[in-house]
């Protein structure tokens, strides 16, 4: 299972971003009920999980993130969306996609920048 994450960018304090984890080569049936999960690396730190949402919607989030992210599915697009909103300066990080526990293919991510 390949996941490929998107949709980042630079934006101000306060504003908010969209991402997208698609997987193009992974089939319906066996991204259906995968785990996947929204992880974060800046600089200098260790990657962490931020959301993770199962096959049957079930969510989770770090307490750093609760309540300003929003991490969602729709399997018929065999996509995984974080909805990140009141965004700050600590946000600033790369984003991946992986399933949860994750596995060892993550991608290059999705930059995001937080700065006035």
């Known amino acids: 299972v390949q996941l490929q994450a998107s949709g980042g960018g630079s934006v101000q304090p ?16 066996v991204f259906r ?5 929204w992880y974060r690396q800046a600089p200098g730190s260790q990657r962490e999980l931020l959301a993770s ?13 609760k309540g300003r992210f929003t991490i969602s599915r729709d399997n018929s697009r065999k996509t995984v969306r974080l ?10 990080a790369t984003y991946y996609c992986n399933t949860n526990p994750a ?3 993550w991608g290059q991510g999705t930059q995001v920048t937080v700065s006035s």
Do not use: H, W
Request: proline share 6%.
């Open 14 to 29: 306060g504003g908010s971003l969209r991402l997208s984890c698609a997987a193009p080569r992974t089939i319906f049936s």
């Open 33 to 37: 009920p995968l785990t996947v999960g």
């Open 53 to 65: 949402i199962t096959g049957g919607g079930d969510t989770n989030y770090a307490d750093s993130v």
């Open 103 to 105: 596995r060892e293919y």
């Open 83 to 92: 909805q990140m909103n009141s965004l700050k300066p600590e946000d600033t």
